[in-house]
């Protein structure tokens, strides 16, 4: 006799077995599916800007309302002359920074000038803005420095 054991085929398995193996791949692909969709970065949506012109055109009718309240609280002596004309230069600094990216509000008049800006700007400034807040002596009437600060603003191209 020979001492090699007979050889048996393999074990035949249930029809349930591979159902379970199939059922349990597609559990653990769902699942990896879910971790991934969850945890990869958004992508956002584009912004859609308005036309310049209409930008533009906010940024002048928000500016202008502001300084037509500046006005309107001088008129009514609720701000002292050089209080509205630091708003007044506070507005118009705002509006070209805005408007143009420019830090306006932080720049003396020398680099507003060395950057080419607006003439009516620097004119608002050297004129109305810094003899009122800088200069000794009575501040520049607030109502001229306000038609300085539309003229700015209306007048940006």
């Known amino acids: 006799m020979s001492e090699v054991p007979e050889l048996y085929p393999p074990v035949q398995y249930e029809w349930w077995w591979l159902a379970l193996a199939v059922a349990v791949l597609v559990v653990l692909a769902a699942a990896g599916w879910t971790v991934w969709a969850l945890t990869r970065p958004r ?83 050297r004129r109305h803005f810094y003899p009122s807040l800088y200069a000794e002596g009575p501040p520049i009437d607030p109502v001229a420095s306000a038609e300085a600060a539309r003229r700015v603003v209306t007048g940006w191209h």
């Open 43 to 125: 992508r956002e949506k584009p912004v859609r800007l308005a036309p310049l012109d209409e930008r533009l055109e906010a940024l002048r009718l928000e500016h202008l309302a502001q300084i037509d309240e500046v006005a309107r609280r001088y008129a009514a002596r609720e701000l002292p002359p050089r209080e509205a004309n630091a708003e007044l230069s506070r507005i118009t600094r705002a509006f070209v920074n805005d408007y143009t990216g420019v830090e306006t509000p932080v720049l003396p008049l020398a680099e507003l000038q060395a950057r080419g800006l607006s003439p009516d700007l620097i004119d608002a400034v």
